[in-house]
């Protein structure tokens, strides 16, 4: 035994949580977690409501009338201008913010101005989502969660040693508000951002899920993020179709993460372009396809729910493949161009089109029942989280919370594991450590005389 340490591991985590003071603790992750899941709940709620009218209002208003499309047009130039001098204003909202979080929490970047960060957050991607590009809540949920789980540290006046357990804290409770998994937040912790596992940071971790959860139940009434149909536990012939999906997962998200991280280089590449032009330039690109093909628009567009019916598969394969790849270049695209908004939403759109792409063709055959459509959405957003983020246990608890599948899990979790191990063998990154290794070198390149850069 360790003469350094004579008591067993968990006797001297229990005095370091005895040192702490348990109630203290517990007081700090519960209001941590409330917080963040009221404003993170409020967020939501607004951007709801913003969906619904702005999908009533081009489903009666918009008949190719000029006096509609000039309504279009500014305000999505107004929505790109709040986005631009808000990303101005406070570089680090820059994106889907879980790279930045990660990074503060490891100590490799400095401690964010949280006020400022959070405020900006919370209406740069309210902007993003409005103007329907192609891109998260959830990373910015987690960000936003850990602005929070800063400020409860300042609160408490609490030592900078514990900065980043309250960091870790606040980013469980936003991933828990954002979708309503609990579970998965507090996986997303220590698989994700690889937090050490020990009883003070899982006990503020896991309180930290019990105040976001509270405050949706209290405040809000969400629902399911993918209410599907009734479930059934899933028989023998669907582990081998998990089996399969997950394969296809893990060159899919291999791919999807080449999309990604090729097209935000290309624009770090483009060293000449106006920053204001390249903020702009998303909401651009929306009313273009708002205008060609709204099926790809985000908020009023192709939904993952869109996917379970029968007859939007009936379209064929071709016709769901090329909603894949417009929707893929489109989040690539919104993403590259740096204004806030994470990867999450539009990675699972992703993978429940490519659950939808083998669905078809089994439809068709008449070898895929009409009510099995969403295991395969669910097989394929479980397999593609964990193909791009490498986080298969995160992957698959975060599915099944948003469905409300637990008869499914052990498929999921075999697509999960099965994509993540693809991946994985195949030498693709994980997609946040691509970009954390970005922001990193993006930052060691600065010279302190050199204008500030975002970083995604």
């Not at 579970?183 to 912790?189: E, I, Q, T």
């Not at 089996?243 to 280089?265: K, P």
């Not at 290309?266 to 205008?291: M, V, Y």
Request: aromatic residues 8%; hydrophobic residues 55%.
């Amino acid at each position: 035994m360790d003469q350094r340490h004579p008591l067993p591991l968990f006797l001297r985590e229990a005095q370091e949580l005895q040192r702490l003071g348990a109630w203290r603790l517990c007081g700090q992750a519960l209001l941590t977690g409330l917080i963040a899941g009221g404003i993170i709940g409020l967020f939501r709620r607004l951007y709801d409501i913003i969906r619904l009218h702005a999908s009533f209002w081009l489903q009666l208003y918009v008949a190719d009338t000029p006096w509609a499309w000039a309504c279009i047009l500014g305000g999505l130039a107004l929505l790109a201008l709040v986005a631009h001098l808000l990303l101005r204003h406070e570089p680090l909202i820059s994106g889907s913010g879980i790279p930045q979080v990660e990074l503060m929490a490891a100590g490799l970047l400095p401690p964010m101005r949280w006020r400022r960060v959070l405020w900006c957050k919370f209406v740069a991607t309210l902007a993003a989502l409005s103007a329907g590009l192609s891109v998260g809540r959830e990373g910015p949920c987690i960000q936003m969660g850990a602005c929070v789980g800063a400020g409860v540290g300042r609160l408490w006046h609490s030592p900078e040693e514990q900065y980043s357990r309250f960091l870790v804290g606040g980013s469980v409770a936003g991933l828990t508000a954002a979708f309503g998994a609990p579970v998965a937040g507090l996986l997303f912790a220590f698989e994700e951002m690889r937090s050490p596992l020990g009883l003070p940071l899982l006990f503020f971790a896991a309180l930290s899920a019990l105040g976001a959860w509270a405050a949706l139940v209290l405040f809000f009434d969400f629902g399911p993020v993918f209410p599907f149909a009734v479930w059934k536990d899933a028989g023998l012939p669907q582990y081998g179709l998990a089996l399969g999906m997950g394969l296809l997962c893990g060159v899919a998200g291999l791919m999807y993460n080449e999309v990604i991280i090729r097209l935000t280089l290309w624009q770090d590449s483009l060293t000449w372009l106006p920053p204001w032009l390249r903020s702009a330039f998303p909401f651009g690109l929306s009313a273009l396809l708002l205008a060609a093909v709204p099926r790809l628009v985000g908020g009023v567009g192709i939904e993952t729910l869109d996917l379970a019916s029968p007859v939007l598969l009936g379209g064929g394969l071709g016709f769901l493949l090329l909603l894949l790849l417009g929707k893929t270049l489109h989040s690539g695209l919104s993403f590259a161009s740096g204004v806030a908004g994470g990867l999450l939403m539009p990675m699972l759109l992703a993978g429940s089109l490519l659950g939808a792409c083998v669905a078809s063709p089994l439809l068709a055959q008449g070898w895929l029942h009409a009510d099995e459509i969403p295991l395969l959405l669910v097989l394929g957003m479980g397999g593609m989280f964990a193909a791009t983020v490498r986080a298969p246990l995160t992957g698959a608890a975060l599915v099944v919370e948003m469905a409300r599948c637990p008869f499914s899990a052990p498929a999921v979790l075999l697509t999960a594991l099965t994509a993540s191990l693809v991946a994985a063998r195949l030498g693709g990154e994980p997609v946040y450590d691509s970009l954390k290794r970005r922001i990193l070198r993006r930052r060691a390149a600065q010279t302190p005389a050199s204008p500030r850069t975002n970083d995604i």
